[in-house]
C-alpha cells in the first residue's frame, strides 16, 4: 500500500487568449491542510481525493481551486498512476473555476 498526499491548491483558469486557456495557481497556500492517504490502486486513490476535494470545496463554499495528489517519500507509485493522473481521474480540477 501506498501513501499519498493530497493537497487542495487555490487556482482559477483564465480566459482563453489566441485559442490558449492557462491556469493560475498559489502554490504556496492550501484551501484546507494537507492529508496524507492511503492507497491500494487508482479507484482507492480517486476515492480518497474526492472526499478530499468535496471537504475542500465547504471552506468557504466557491472556492476555485484543484487537487495536487503527489506520492510521499519513500513510496512507489503503484501501476498505472501516472496514467489516471493525467486523465485527471483523481478529480484534479473538479471544482476548478474560469474567470469570468
Known sequence: MAIFTLNAVPAIRNKPVSGFT??????????IPRRQVEARNTAELAAHAYAF???????????SFVI??????????????DA????KE???????RSEA
Open 53 to 63: 476535494g468535496t471537504e475542500a470545496a465547504q471552506q468557504p463554499k466557491g472556492t
Open 68 to 81: 495536487m495528489v503527489c506520492i510521499a517519500r519513500g513510496h512507489r507509485k503503484f501501476r498505472g498512476f
Open 90 to 96: 483523481f478529480h484534479n480540477e473538479t471544482w476548478l
Open 84 to 87: 489516471a493522473n493525467d486523465r
Open 22 to 31: 492557462s491556469t493560475t495557481m498559489n502554490l504556496m497556500a492550501s484551501v
